[in-house]
């Protein structure tokens, strides 16, 4: 039991601080852990990070939205689009076998961190809100597809892709993407937590308790802390975080 806490307690860490910080999922790093250091089945793990997720995102997106650094409306459009586009992706990706894709959200993790360091975003609230309604209701649609084909089509990358795309397509500033980012993961998480539940059971009641405690303490503290920071600080501190998560992660997949 020590020994579980431990790695769930880690895992959770990682979890938390991706998802305050950058709206990341956290399957991204739970899962991994789970499966290489607990050897749980994948099934379950991925489970087990879904569930962490949605506490971690809605109490992320609560502290995102009480500083007014959340889109609700388009995040909705968004929503729909991703929940619905998953779906189709996830299809596709059933009549076209491919092994080439594990690395891609990790791989995207990296770069997108290091993009945060090099050329952090320093859009304002003021450049953002000038775009019209009706564009920025096409653009949520249309990146919502695109989020969705993808992330259901690869598995993973959900929230990276949200990320990318809101602070370099949608031309979002980078509190309000990740507050946009944790408010549809949310969603998206729940949707997924349940049906893995529904399909394959709860098999470690005391790792999902573990996991979902750790996460959401450490979500709490990098969204606090997230909407404290001034721009400059806050894509430091996004990028870092997330290039140390896909480093970690590549050492943890290399053990598995």
């Given at each position: 039991m020590p020994y579980k806490f431990i790695i769930c307690f880690i895992a959770g860490i990682g979890a938390g601080l991706g998802?305050?910080?950058?709206?990341?999922?956290?399957?991204?790093?739970?899962?991994?852990?789970?499966?290489?250091?607990?050897?749980?089945?994948?099934?379950?793990?991925?489970g087990i990070a879904l569930a962490s997720d949605v506490l971690a995102s809605a109490v992320s997106a609560y502290t995102y939205g009480k500083n007014k650094n959340l889109d609700i409306r388009?995040?909705?459009?968004?929503?729909?689009?991703?929940?619905?586009f998953t779906l189709v992706g996830s299809w596709v990706s059933s009549l076209i076998p491919s092994n080439t894709m594990g690395g891609f959200s990790v791989f995207m993790t990296m770069m997108l961190g290091i993009k945060f360091i090099v050329k952090p975003v320093m859009t304002t609230k003021e450049s953002m809100t000038a775009v019209s309604p009706k564009?920025?209701?096409?653009?949520?649609?249309?990146?919502?597809?695109?989020?969705?084909?993808?992330?259901?089509?690869?598995?993973?990358?959900?929230?990276?892709?949200?990320?990318?795309?809101?602070?370099?397509?949608?031309?979002?500033?980078?509190?309000?993407?990740?507050?946009?980012?944790?408010f549809i993961m949310t969603f998206t998480a729940l949707t997924g937590s349940l049906s893995h539940f529904a399909i394959g059971g709860i098999a470690d009641w005391w790792a999902l308790i573990f996991c979902i405690?750790?996460?959401?303490?450490?979500?709490?503290?990098?969204?606090?802390?997230?909407?404290?920071?001034?721009?400059?600080?806050?894509?430091?501190?996004?990028?870092?975080?997330?290039?140390?998560?896909?480093?970690v992660i590549l050492s943890v997949n290399f053990f598995a």
């Open positions: 998802t305050g910080f950058a709206g990341m999922s956290a399957a991204a790093v739970i899962t991994p852990m789970l499966v290489t250091f607990l050897h749980m089945d994948a099934y379950q793990a991925v388009n995040g909705l459009v968004m929503m729909a689009s991703v929940l619905v564009k920025r209701f096409v653009q949520s649609v249309v990146c919502g597809m695109m989020i969705g084909f993808i992330c259901g089509f690869i598995g993973a990358g959900g929230g990276m892709m949200m990320l990318l795309i809101l602070t370099s397509v949608l031309g979002y500033e980078l509190k309000t993407a990740v507050g946009t980012s944790v405690a750790s996460t959401l303490l450490w979500a709490r503290i990098a969204a606090r802390f997230a909407n404290k920071s001034t721009p400059k600080v806050l894509n430091r501190a996004t990028g870092a975080v997330l290039v140390v998560l896909g480093v």
